[in-house]
């Protein structure tokens, strides 16, 4: 059984969010999505952290859509295919972990792209697409044969051809994604503080490219909210769905 949350920003969460970095409570796994390589770390790292929580770069939407696909699926059982998020979920059997849903929602990203669009923009994404698709495939071969270093930097060079190119669209998949899901990551952690909670670890499942980003503004929280301010994006708490023990 699950049960959704979607609690209110407590009051004085603003005030508290500036006092310290967050980074000692997070540990990040840094994904190619869908990558075989990918989903067993995941599932290794799982079992052996035992986190007291794992947080994924999902919105709800995504969510119960791939767990859909899983449930659906004639392979259900046999497959490892799986995405890196579901199978997180799936290796919390019998423990008592909240999974939180910390990445903007679909179609907020699909809205804020098509606003900030160009004709331009568009015109030079579809010339550099193809060069960036098969970028994309040569860095998943790599980060299969666990060549992670020549994967990230075959990903990092898609990243900024993306930036370059289409800048609003890298605007809104980095940069605005990277600034929610912090801001989110801190009300986390800090959730948990409140409650006195000290000794606790939470896992981020996130796409490699937003690792660093989040690393940096979980140091230094003012970024994440002072980078939502400026692109006027609503803070909104996270998604919390919470397992329920099966003894």
């Not at 952290?49 to 770069?57: I, N």
């Not at 075959?154 to 998949?173: A, G, Q």
């Not at 000794?199 to 994440?224: C, S, Y």
Request: charged share 30%; with cysteine; hydrophobic share 35%.
């Amino acid at each position: 059984m699950s049960e959704l949350s979607d609690t209110e920003v407590p009051i004085n969460f603003e005030k508290r969010k500036r006092e310290s970095g967050y980074l000692p409570y997070v540990e990040f796994i840094g994904t190619a999505h869908f990558s075989k390589t990918s989903i067993m770390e995941v599932m290794e790292r799982v079992q052996e952290l035992r986190p007291d929580a794992v947080a994924l770069e999902l919105c709800p939407l995504r969510y119960y859509s791939l767990q859909r696909l899983c449930l659906n699926c004639p392979r259900r059982g046999s497959c490892d295919r799986k995405c890196e998020f579901i199978i997180s979920t799936d290796h919390l059997v019998n423990k008592d972990t909240d999974i939180w849903l910390v990445d903007m929602d679909e179609r907020e990203i699909h809205h804020r792209i098509i606003r900030n669009a160009t004709n331009r923009d568009v015109r030079n994404w579809l010339s550099a697409s193809r060069y960036v698709k098969s970028n994309e495939a040569q860095g998943l071969q790599l980060w299969e044969a666990g060549r992670k270093e020549e994967a990230m930097h075959i990903f990092d060079n898609n990243t900024e051809i993306m930036k370059r190119t289409f800048p609003s669209l890298w605007t809104v998949l980095i940069d605005q994604r990277n600034a929610l899901m912090a801001a989110r990551l801190h009300y986390i952690i800090q959730s948990y503080l409140d409650r006195g909670l000290k000794d606790f670890k939470i896992l981020v499942v996130t796409g490699a490219a937003h690792v660093p980003g989040l690393k940096q503004m979980l140091r230094n929280p003012e970024l994440a909210f002072d980078t939502i301010r400026r692109y006027g994006i609503r803070f909104t708490p996270p998604y919390r769905i919470r397992r329920v023990r099966v003894d």
